[in-house]
């Protein structure tokens, strides 16, 4: 059975995949800042005070899954806040900062605290945006979100190189436009739907296709 850690468990896509994890009768690690309802629920063993941008918070995970094996590292957690040029004052400098935090070095904290504990034919999932294609930005604006998810893209094709000769895999996923919190329930799929895309894509990731930057839908994206 395999044995998968999840971050950002408590709502949203996070959620959705550890319940379709669980529903496969795979054992689920559900990482959150604070549960909820939803994921006491799941039947997943549920870690809490884990704040991906908080190295200390993560070494403590570390620990206390200490000498487990892990077979998927699903790092999900994300925050999304708005920067307008023209008003790229303190405060959208703080909010930026927090994102850079969170969607680009938690990934790769979580990553490094957890290598150890990975054996060859294990894979990481990195859930990044489209959003930070440089490629496909036709519209611009979303400071933050944008350079914070460019900036992960980045950390994962490296994770990729530099997890190969351990026969570790990386998939960089944009999980689609999707119904959460997040989009304040603007999209054009439920998370259900970008889960189980998710699912499929870390089922198909190989060492082969380690590094890629796959959509839920199984397209690639550019750069
Ligand atoms: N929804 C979309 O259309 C869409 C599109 C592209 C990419 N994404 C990405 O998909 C991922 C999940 O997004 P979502 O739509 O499910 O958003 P969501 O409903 O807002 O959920 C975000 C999750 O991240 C957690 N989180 C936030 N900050 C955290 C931190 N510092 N440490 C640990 N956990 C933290 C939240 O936990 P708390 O309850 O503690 O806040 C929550 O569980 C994100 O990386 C997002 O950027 C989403």
């Known amino acids: 059975m395999k044995r998968n850690v999840v971050t950002g468990a408590s709502r949203g896509i996070g959620l959705e995949i550890v319940?379709?994890?669980?529903?496969?009768?795979?054992?689920?690690?559900?990482?959150?800042?604070?549960?909820?309802?939803?994921?006491?629920?799941?039947?997943?063993?549920?870690?809490?005070?884990?704040?991906?941008a908080d190295r200390a918070a993560v070494a403590e995970l570390a620990q206390r899954l200490d000498g487990l094996q892990i077979d998927r590292l699903w790092n999900v957690a994300g925050v999304m806040r708005?920067?307008?040029?023209?008003?790229?004052?303190?405060?959208?400098?703080e909010a930026m900062r927090l994102q850079f935090d969170v969607n680009a070095l938690g990934p790769l904290l979580m990553t490094q605290a957890l290598m150890d504990q990975?054996?060859?034919?294990?894979?990481?999932?990195?859930?990044?945006?489209?959003?930070?294609?440089?490629a496909d930005n036709t519209s611009g604006g979303s400071y933050g979100y944008r350079m914070s998810k460019a900036a992960v893209n980045m950390a994962g094709v490296?994770?990729?190189?530099?997890?190969?000769?351990?026969?570790?895999?990386?998939?960089?996923?944009?999980?689609?436009?999707?119904?959460?919190?997040?989009?304040?329930?603007?999209?054009?799929?439920?998370?259900?739907?970008?889960a189980t895309g998710l699912l499929a894509r870390m089922d198909e990731l190989s060492m082969e296709t380690s590094g890629v930057f796959w959509h839920s839908n199984g397209d690639r994206l550019p750069w």
């Open 19 to 52: 319940r379709q994890l669980r529903q496969r009768g795979e054992e689920v690690i559900a990482c959150c800042r604070r549960s909820s309802d939803e994921l006491d629920a799941s039947g997943a063993r549920v870690e809490t005070g884990v704040d991906v």
């Open 82 to 93: 708005p920067q307008t040029l023209g008003a790229i004052d303190a405060d959208a400098i």
């Open 118 to 134: 990975m054996r060859a034919g294990a894979k990481v999932g990195i859930v990044t945006s489209r959003m930070g294609s440089i």
């Open 158 to 194: 490296s994770l990729a190189h530099d997890l190969y000769d351990r026969g570790i895999a990386v998939a960089i996923l944009h999980p689609g436009y999707v119904r959460t919190e997040m989009t304040q329930g603007r999209g054009l799929i439920d998370a259900e739907e970008s």
